[in-house]
C-alpha cells in the first residue's frame, strides 16, 4: 500500500512541477553524485572567472524524527493533495500511539505528532551567504527542525591568489561563528543509502568515519595484518563504531609485483597518517632503508588459509564478507565455510597479471554460491551501464573505487 501510494504521489510532484530543479535526493535519476556535481560545477565556474564563491554545509539533527504531522498535511494541502487522498495521509500519520516496556513495566499510551552571478568580494560574499543562512534558519524554525550546530562548516572556495587576499570572512549561526575550514567530508554513501567500505590502509580513523555518518551503512575492509592484536583491535573497535560486517581481503597473502610503483615508488605523504595500523609498520614503511622484503612483510599475510574465517567467527560476531574471490571452487568453499558474502574482485587488476575481469567470472561465482550467500562485484565500474550489467549477471550490488577517488582528487592541490 505505502509503495503505490508513494510511486502516485511522485508522479504528481513531478508532473505539477513541484519538486526543485535543485532537489537530488529521493528523485529518479538524481542522487548527492548529481548534487555534487552541479556543486562542483558553480565552484569551477566561479573560480575560471577569478571569482569567489561561498557554501555552507549544513546538518540538521534528527530531520525525519522532527517533521511536524500538522505541518505536513498542511504543505501537502498547499501543494494539491486534497480530497480522500489527504484524508488518507491523515488517518496515516495522526492518532498513533508509543508505549515504552522497561524492566518489564509497560508506560502510558503517548500519541505521536513528529516524525517524519556577479563578481564579488569576499565580503559580499559573506554578505550573501549570512544572508542565505539566516533564511535557512527561519525555514527550519517554521518547520520545527533542529540544525545540527557541531557539525555546520562553511568554505569559502577560489583560486589562490584570490584566496590569499582574503583576511576575514566570518558567518554567524545563531550568534556564533561557524567554523571555516579547508576540506568537508560531503557524506554522499549515508545520503545515497550506499554502503561505505572503509579500508584498514585510510587516512581516516575508525571512530571519525563513523561520527561522520552516525546513519550510514558502513562495512570495515579487513587487512589480516603481522601483528594480530592490532588485527584484533581493529576489529572490536569497528564492531563498537556500528560497523555491519567484515570485508576480508583474500587475494593478496602476497603482494604481487606493481612496475607502475617500481617507476614511481608509492610513499605516504607527510602531511598523512595511517591511523588504523600498528605505528611500527608505519615507521618501516617510511624508513628509506627498509628493503622492499621488509616493507611487504609488515603489510602481508602468507597464513592466510580457510581458517582465517574460523578465527574472525571467535572474536567478532559481525558477518564475513571475503574480498578476492574469482573461481566457482573457491565460492563453494567460501559458502562450505559459512561466509555471509563474496565480492567478486580481481583487485584492480594490479595483484597479479593475465587474471580475469570480475564480470567474466561473476556468472560462474553465483552459479556455485545458489543463492546461499549474497554475491557483489568491484573492479571496472565506469558507467551506470556497468552496474546494469553485474546486476543483470546476477550480482546483488557493485562496489566502486576509483571513481570516487579521481572525484574528490579534481582539482585539488597536492601539498608538495
Known amino acids: 500500500m505505502e509503495r503505490a501510494v508513494q510511486i502516485q504521489l511522485v508522479d504528481f510532484l513531478n508532473e505539477n512541477s513541484v519538486l526543485s530543479q535543485f532537489q537530488s535526493g529521493f528523485r529518479k535519476k538524481h542522487s548527492t553524485e548529481t548534487a555534487i ?20 554545509f549544513i546538518d540538521l539533527k534528527k530531520a525525519f524524527d522532527l517533521v511536524d504531522h500538522k505541518c505536513l498535511l498542511h504543505k501537502l ?44 568580494t569576499a565580503k559580499e560574499v559573506e554578505i550573501t551567504l549570512q544572508n542565505d ?57 549515508c545520503r545515497a543509502g550506499t554502503c561505505m567500505v572503509h579500508s584498514t590502509w585510510s587516512t581516516s580513523t575508525i571512530e571519525e568515519v563513523a561520527r561522520s555518518a552516525p546513519q550510514g551503512l558502513k562495512w570495515y575492509h579487513m587487512y589480516l595484518l603481522s601483528n594480530e592484536q592490532n588485527n584484533i583491535s581493529r576489529i572490536h573497535r569497528a564492531e563498537k563504531e556500528g560497523y555491519k560486517a567484515i570485508v576480508l581481503t ?8 606493481k612496475y607502475p610503483n617500481e617507476r614511481y615508488p608509492l610513499s605516504i605523504p607527510p602531511h598523512l597518517n595511517i591511523p588504523n595500523v600498528d605505528p611500527a609498520i608505519l615507521e618501516i614503511w617510511r624508513s628509506d632503508t627498509a628493503t622492499r622484503e621488509e616493507r611487504e612483510a609488515t603489510i602481508t599475510n602468507p ?22 574471490i574469482l573461481t566457482g571452487e573457491d565460492a563453494r568453499l567460501a559458502v562450505q565455510h559459512g561466509v555471509d558474502g563474496i565480492i567478486v574482485s580481481c583487485h584492480g587488476g594490479r595483484e597479479l597479471d593475465t587474471v580475469p575481469a570480475s564480470i567474466e567470472v561473476l556468472p560462474e561465482i553465483v552459479e556455485a554460491v545458489d543463492n546461499k550467500c549474497e554475491v557483489y562485484l568491484d573492479g571496472g565500474i565506469r558507467y551506470g551501464t556497468d552496474v546494469f ?9 557493485v562496489f566502486v573505487g576509483r571513481p570516487v577517488l579521481w572525484g574528490l582528487a579534481y582539482q585539488v592541490s597536492i601539498p608538495q
Request: hydrophobic share 35%; aromatic share 10%.
Open 77 to 120: 494541502e498547499h501543494y494539491g493533495v486534497r480530497g480522500n487522498s489527504l484524508n488518507w495521509f491523515k488517518d496515516y500519520i495522526t492518532t498513533r500511539t508509543q508505549r515504552v516496556k522497561y524492566d518489564n513495566k509497560l508506560s502510558g499510551s503517548t500519541e505521536i505528532n513528529y516524525g517524519v552571478p556577479q563578481d564579488k
Open 37 to 56: 556535481v552541479y556543486l562542483s560545477d558553480r565552484i569551477i565556474e566561479h573560480m575560471d572567472r577569478q571569482r569567489l564563491c561561498g557554501a555552507a
Open 133 to 189: 543562512i539566516d533564511k535557512v534558519l527561519d525555514w527550519l524554525e517554521e518547520n520545527k527542525l533542529l540544525l545540527n550546530q557541531t557539525k555546520t562548516k562553511v568554505i569559502l572556495f577560489g583560486t589562490k591568489p584570490k584566496l590569499n587576499k582574503v583576511n576575514t570572512f566570518s558567518i554567524l549561526l545563531k550568534g556564533q561563528e561557524i567554523e571555516r575550514v579547508v576540506k568537508f567530508k560531503y557524506l554522499a554513501s
Open 250 to 257: 583474500v587475494d593478496s597473502p602476497y603482494r604481487g609485483r
Open 389 to 397: 550489467k553485474a546486476l543483470a549477471l546476477g550480482a546483488r550490488a
Open 303 to 324: 597464513r592466510i588459509t580457510w581458517d582465517a574465517i574460523r578465527w574472525l567467527r571467535s572474536v567478532s560476531k559481525l558477518p564475513v564478507v571475503l574480498k578476492g
